[in-house]
Nanobody, 122 residues
């Protein structure tokens, strides 16, 4: 299983970015794909997830209303649309695949991508 995250960059506060996560070599049934982030000196935290079974999504409180997760099954890709970015969104963003009981908990995920850096700064 391989995950390739991309789309990060340097943006100003209030700008938007769309992250992509391409998943390959993965054919199992019900699972979730999550986005996580880790800021310098901080623990990794769950940002959002989407379940393959029914498309259920959820978000960490600080990004609700600003971030949207979606998927394109034909392209094996999950997106994270990030709007109204803030300085505190600065982090390395990772995507992961797993069968989580607690979908925003990173320990519940088995396969991880390499991360893409998002920097929000004026």
């Amino acid at each position: 299983v391989q995950l390739q995250a991309s789309g990060g960059g340097l943006v100003q506060p209030g700008d938007s970015l769309r992250l992509s996560c391409v998943v390959s070599g993965f054919t199992s049934g019900a699972h979730a794909i999550g986005w996580f982030r880790q800021a310098p000196g901080k623990k990794r935290e769950g940002v959002s997830y989407i379940k393959s079974s029914d498309g259920t999504t959820d978000y960490m409180n600080s990004v609700k209303g600003r971030f949207t997760i979606s998927r394109d099954n034909a392209k094996n890709t999950v997106y994270l649309q990030m709007n109204s970015l803030k300085a505190e969104d600065t982090a390395v963003y990772f995507c992961a695949v797993g069968w989580p009981s607690i979908p925003l908990l990173d320990a519940e995920y088995d396969y991880w991508g390499q991360g893409t850096l998002v920097t929000v700064s004026s």
